[in-house]
């Protein structure tokens, strides 16, 4: 059957299929985006099953089944801005970080907590020493303040101290309204010891999108791990990030000194967990919260870095800026989704239409192909040399269509990571029943408009099918598609259905303008017009 089918029908058919692999199998298998720095070590030999991660040289174990849950009983001090609250416990972890706006609510109006209740949490302190890790888990903190408020102040102080025997540990803390904090930890006399980065947030588990932890290091390295797919340890130094996320949210550290070493370890669910290397005194800065372009460039433009796009971010990554300065235009996410649209429409104008009109000379040369090929059935060589000549001589590329397709490709894939990772759509309203770009639409609308626009759009393509089979798989792709979209992200359900409506209004132009260059042509040499509808 696909040795009939026309070199655009292999083509759409093949992106057709390609969109749906990549569908498919990243849902099942993310993509694998880690790299091996070269400074990690070799991993250790241990069970992906165990409970903690033995480092031999040391003797410290990676609290991967930390169960030390937060409870009211051991709250040590309240951190409350307006858009947070945060809680410090008695050993002296961030043991809760709830924010406080709306739009980050889950789907049963709770607030977003970013601090998992069980495993390491940040600022967690381990011993390489076990005598001295486990007295240092049953000795409480003691606090400079019980309850600071940032609603009324820029930044609030927060001293942390732990008493070890005559040993002594300190954490002077500073927090800020935008949710990012000052380290600096000293010990009273040397000792191994390191810092934990903290679980990444668990608040989205949407499909298609990456969770675990990532190193951004040298000379722009990104590493990612992602959770499920940790083996070994890794050691990373020059780093300028660290993080643990989700698809929205994120645990960083960051300003750390280039000689700290920063180890990425897998857990006993071969997830990653983030931890440095730590020494008698530190200092460095961190942030929790959500993965805003803007918030994240007001602290350090070096945390933009930590919004991840994954293979496209060469793309991703210009067309989400032009994406905020468009929302800055118009004030509303949904409009300046639309805007970006009709700029990429614009752009890609010149070659669509040529596209689209050599896809008009196919089908009307699809008879005389057809011909040519049952005439010069036995001699191949004839027969490809009478359809080059054909094509030639009316003016067909029979690969004219392809390029504005192959160029779509990147483009869509682009905007799709682009508006899945963008928690700046969480909340955003756009009109009538869309009150989440980030979320499927609830009422099916759009998708469904989407899957009807998509159809119209194929009925006014021109093709060349002459296998009822090949006219049947083409007409259920937009029912297909339409299923995949139902569950997608408004937002990227709206770009592909403006989409739609833009590739049919031009396809009506192009169809009027071929019309109007056959008319001429015809008048021109009514005798082959003549042979033609004989034919």
């Known amino acids: 059957m696909l040795d009939k089918l026309t070199p655009n029908q292999r083509l759409l058919l093949a992106i057709a299929l390609s969109f749906l692999f990549f569908v498919a199998y990243t849902a099942i298998f993310p993509p694998q985006q880690s790299q091996t720095d070269q400074n990690t070590t070799t991993p250790s030999s241990v069970s992906a099953k165990s409970a903690v ?3 031999p040289m040391s003797g410290h174990a990676v609290a991967s089944d930390e169960r030390i849950a937060k409870s009211e009983t051991n709250m040590l001090a309240t951190i409350e801005a307006e858009r947070f609250s945060m809680r410090i416990d008695t050993l002296g972890r961030i043991s809760s970080m709830v924010l406080k706006d709306e739009k980050f609510h889950d789907q049963d109006g709770k607030f977003a ?7 390491a949490k940040p600022l967690y302190i381990r011993f390489a020493d076990e005598a001295l890790n486990a007295e240092a888990a049953k000795t409480p903190y003691v606090a400079s303040a019980s309850t600071l408020d940032l609603t009324a102040n820029e930044k609030v102080e927060l001293t942390l101290t732990q008493q070890l025997g005559e040993f002594s540990v300190t954490k002077h803390l500073t927090f800020y309204r935008d949710g990012h904090y000052d380290v600096h ?9 390191f810092i934990y980065l903290g679980q990444r947030p668990q608040i989205t588990e949407q499909m298609m999108t990456v969770n675990g932890a990532m190193i951004y290091a040298g000379e722009g390295l990104t590493t990612i791990f992602e959770d499920g797919s940790v083996e070994g340890r890794s050691t990373f130094t020059d780093v300028h990030l660290a993080s643990a996320f989700d698809q929205y949210f994120a645990s960083i550290f960051f300003a750390l000194k280039p000689e700290t070493a920063v180890l990425v370890e897998r857990d006993r669910d071969d997830n990653p967990i983030v931890y440095l290397d730590a020494g008698r005194e530190m200092e460095f800065k961190a942030y929790i919260g959500p993965k805003d372009y803007k918030v994240l460039e007001s602290i350090d433009p070096v945390l933009v870095n930590a919004i991840e796009y994954g293979w496209f971010t060469f793309a991703a990554a210009p067309l989400f800026t032009l994406l905020m300065w468009l929302h800055s235009m118009f004030g509303n996410w949904g409009w300046a989704i639309i805007a970006l649209t009709i700029i990429i429409r614009i752009v890609l104008y010149p070659l669509t239409h040529k596209g ?29 040399a009478a359809v080059m000549e054909m094509y030639r001589k009316h003016g067909a590329n029979p690969l004219g269509g392809c390029l504005p397709l192959l160029l779509q490709i990147p483009v869509f894939f682009a905007i ?9 759509l969480q909340g955003a309203e756009w ?14 609308i759009l998708p469904i408009l989407m899957g009807a626009s998509m159809y119209y759009q194929q009925k006014l393509t021109p093709n060349s099918f002459t296998d009822p089979l090949q006219q049947k798989i ?28 833009f590739s049919i209004a031009q396809q009506f ?3 009027s303008h071929y019309e109007r260059i056959k008319a001429r042509h015809h008048e021109k040499h009514p005798d082959e017009k003549h042979a033609h509808d004989q034919n």
């Open 53 to 55: 991660a033995v480092d």
């Open 113 to 119: 907590e970013l601090v998992p209740t069980f495993g």
């Open 185 to 193: 930890v000293a010990l009273s006399a040397e000792k191994r010891y």
């Open 356 to 384: 689209m009109l050599s896809m008009q000379k196919m089908k009307d040369l699809a008879p005389r192909i057809k011909e040519i090929q049952t005439k010069y059935k036995g001699d191949p060589q004839r027969m490809n």
């Open 416 to 424: 799709y990571r682009v508006l899945l990772n963008a928690v700046e």
């Open 431 to 444: 009109i009538f029943w869309i009150d989440d770009l980030s979320r499927m639409d609830p009422t099916f």
């Open 474 to 501: 083409f007409q259920f792709l937009p029912i297909i598609f339409t299923f995949f979209f139902i569950t997608f992200p408004s937002g990227l359900v709206l770009y592909w259905f403006v989409n739609n409506l």
């Open 509 to 511: 132009a192009v169809n």
